[in-house]
């Protein structure tokens, strides 16, 4: 099965090392990553060397588990005699393809010695995230003191933050291989005086980047929120066009038809004119329909049948009968 490709910092290719602050970074710049959750916390111990496995499990894939083995590495300058520590701890990133004796082996060949102590597992309600991990370790390395008389000071670390995400994250249940964490060459290692403390700063910076978060979701929120207004404003705009075109072309439409009625209504009154007119007559009547409408040209006399002559444009039409002068009239024009 291949490592998951999507989730820089806890799932990556090979092995890398990394600080807690490159690490918090990561984790900030990729919201899957950030969201791992943190299953089960091995404390494992080297020659003369103490430290933590973090398994992760990836937030969508169920069946992916990264490991990740923090220690806190010193850095030892030596002037004359004395010896001055860098308190900074780092973290040794390893990623196997989810294969127990991958593990095994990569920590064998890393630390002389490699041996597993305890085991701190995690329920699925309270597992906390990545982030939130990476909060509580920077919190711890900004405010851990200097050590520069313990030799054991990667034990006093790996027990601050064991004791620290068993007061913080309550729901989980510690098992005891080997009483050997808390002892070193034979001496016992008193449990660290700070975990009261680092609990208290893990409180405050995990609500900076709580509200830092917020702030961000709010930005992104009003970025989008303006987005969409921006994009209804201008569908408004284009309907706004439309509806103006539309109502031009209703506009123009009702332009037309009352032009149209305008031009009609005076030949329709002509009409009804003549025929009243042409029901009255008893004398023989020319008239001469031109474009203009019928006109009335004049009588030529009674006759006992009467007729009504309509003329016009090179060609006349002739009714006896004025109902019968309406028909040809308009057959004939």
């Known amino acids: ?3 998951p490709s999507d989730t820089p910092g806890v ?5 890398s090392k990394n600080d807690v602050g490159q690490w918090q970074m990561l984790l900030l710049g990729n919201d899957l990553s950030s969201q791992c959750q943190l299953q089960r916390v091995v404390y494992a111990t080297g020659k003369e060397h103490g430290f933590l496995l973090l398994h992760f499990l990836h ?7 990264a490991v990740l083995a923090l220690d806190r590495v010193p850095v030892i300058i030596h002037s004359l005699a004395i010896s001055f520590s860098n308190p900074r701890p780092r973290f040794h990133l390893h990623y196997p393809k989810l294969n127990g004796s991958a593990i095994d082996s990569y920590l064998s060949r890393t630390y002389d010695n490699f041996k597993r102590l305890s085991y701190l597992d995690f329920s699925a309600s309270a597992r906390p995230s990545a982030i939130q991990v990476s909060v509580l370790l920077t919190a711890l390395s900004k405010h851990s ?8 000071q990667c034990y006093w670390y790996a027990h601050t933050v064991w004791e620290a995400l068993k007061r913080l994250f309550l729901d989980c249940y510690e098992t005891t291989q080997d009483e050997g964490r808390s002892r070193y060459l034979g001496v016992k290692i008193e449990k660290a005086d700070s975990v009261e403390a680092m609990c208290e700063e893990y409180h405050t910076q995990w609500a900076r980047v709580q509200n830092a978060a917020v702030k961000k979701r ?3 929120e ?38 149209y009625k305008a031009e009609m209504d005076p030949l329709r009154a002509r009409m009804a004119q003549l025929e009243r007119r042409a029901s009255l007559f008893d004398r023989h009547a020319t008239l001469t329909l031109d474009e203009k409408g019928l006109v009335l040209i004049g009588l030529t006399g009674n006759t006992k049948e009467p007729r009504i002559r309509f003329q016009g444009q090179g060609r006349t ?13 308009h057959r004939s024009y």
């Open 1 to 3: 099965m291949n490592s």
């Open 11 to 15: 799932f990556t290719s090979g092995d």
């Open 59 to 65: 937030p969508t894939q169920q069946h992916a588990v």
């Open 145 to 152: 003191p200097t050590y520069n008389l313990y030799q054991y």
């Open 218 to 220: 709010k930005a992104k």
């Open 222 to 259: 009003d970025e989008v929120r303006q987005s969409m207004m921006e994009g209804q404003i201008e569908e408004r705009a284009r309907c706004q066009v439309e509806i103006d075109q539309a109502m031009g072309q209703r506009e123009e439409v009702e332009r037309k038809a009352e032009e």
């Open 317 to 329: 039409a002739v009714a006896t009968r004025a109902t019968d002068a309406k028909y040809e009239a």
